[in-house]
C-alpha cells in the first residue's frame, strides 16, 4: 500500500472541472508535486510547490494542499488530459509518490 | 537543451546483476540531485535512490537498500545505479530524473530502460 492515497479513477466530462486527490499523514507541513504520465510515456511534472506550474503547462492545471489533503484540479478538462496522475512529496530524507489516478474524460 | 538518456537494462536472472547509466546533457550533475524512480508493469511510480551534486548525500527505498547503489561521475557528467541480487519484483522500467527536491520535484526524465528479472 502507499503511504499517499489517491483514487485509482476519476472520471470528468468534457469542459468540467476534474479534482484528483492525495492525502495522508506524510503530507502534513510538506509541499506537493505532481505529475502526468500518458501510455507509453515518461513522468511530466505538472505541478510543484503545491500550486506553481512549470513553463509549458497549461492554465487550467492548479493544486492546493491543506493539512493532510493536496488536490490537483484540471479546469476545462480536455481529451488531451487522459492520462495517469501521481502527486509525490519528501518524508524524512525520502521520496514518496501516490498510487497515482486514472483520469478519464468522456 | 537537457536531454537524459538511461542505458544498460536487459534481462537478468534472479540473483544476477545489473548496471545501468545516464547520461545527462545540457546541464551539470554538479549542481542537481538526481533520482533513479522505477515502473513495474502495469503499476505506479516508485522512487528507488537519489544522489546529490556533490555526492555526499544518497539515500535508498527500503526495498532496494543494501541491494542497490547509486554513484556517479561527474567529469562523464553520467549517474549509475549498480543493482545486484536482482528479484523477480525489481522488474520495471528505471527512470533516471533531474531533481530539484522538495519545492519542486523531478522536472526532467529519461525515457526510461527495461529491467526484467527472470529464469
Known amino acids: 500500500s502507499h503511504e499517499l492515497s489517491q483514487p485509482p479513477s476519476v472520471s470528468v466530462s468534457p469542459r468540467q472541472t476534474a479534482n484528483v486527490t492525495c492525502s495522508g499523514d506524510?503530507?502534513?507541513?510538506?509541499?506537493v508535486c505532481w505529475y502526468r504520465q500518458k501510455p507509453g510515456q515518461s513522468p511530466v511534472l505538472v505541478i510543484y510547490?503545491?500550486?506553481k506550474r512549470p513553463s509549458g503547462i497549461p492554465e487550467r492545471f492548479s493544486g492546493s494542499n491543506s493539512g493532510d489533503t493536496a488536490t490537483l484540479s484540471i479546469s476545462g478538462a480536455q481529451a488531451m488530459d487522459e492520462a495517469d496522475y501521481y502527486c509525490?512529496?519528501?518524508?524524512?530524507?525520502?521520496?514518496?509518490f501516490g498510487g497515482g489516478t486514472r483520469l478519464t474524460v468522456l | 537543451q537537457v536531454q537524459l538518456v538511461e542505458s544498460g537494462g536487459g534481462l537478468v536472472k534472479p540473483g544476477g546483476s545489473l548496471r545501468l547509466s545516464c547520461a545527462a546533457s545540457?546541464?551539470?550533475?554538479?549542481?542537481?540531485?538526481m533520482s533513479w524512480i522505477r515502473q513495474a508493469p502495469g503499476k505506479g511510480l516508485e522512487w528507488v535512490s537519489y544522489?546529490?551534486?556533490?555526492?555526499?548525500?544518497?539515500s535508498y527505498a527500503d526495498s532496494v537498500k543494501g541491494r542497490f547503489t547509486i554513484s556517479k561521475d561527474n567529469a562523464k557528467n553520467s549517474l549509475y545505479l549498480q543493482m545486484n541480487n536482482l528479484r523477480a519484483d525489481d522488474t520495471a522500467v528505471y527512470y533516471c530524473?533531474?531533481?530539484?527536491?522538495?519545492?519542486?520535484?523531478?522536472?526532467?526524465w529519461g525515457q526510461g530502460t527495461q529491467v526484467t528479472v527472470s529464469s
Open positions: 530524473a533531474r531533481d530539484l527536491g522538495q519545492l519542486v520535484g523531478a522536472d526532467y
Open positions: 545540457g546541464f551539470s550533475l554538479n549542481f542537481y540531485y
Open positions: 544522489i546529490s551534486g556533490t555526492g555526499n548525500i544518497i
Open positions: 506524510k503530507l502534513r507541513g510538506k509541499f
Open positions: 510547490q503545491d500550486n
Open positions: 509525490r512529496t519528501w518524508d524524512s530524507g525520502s521520496v514518496v
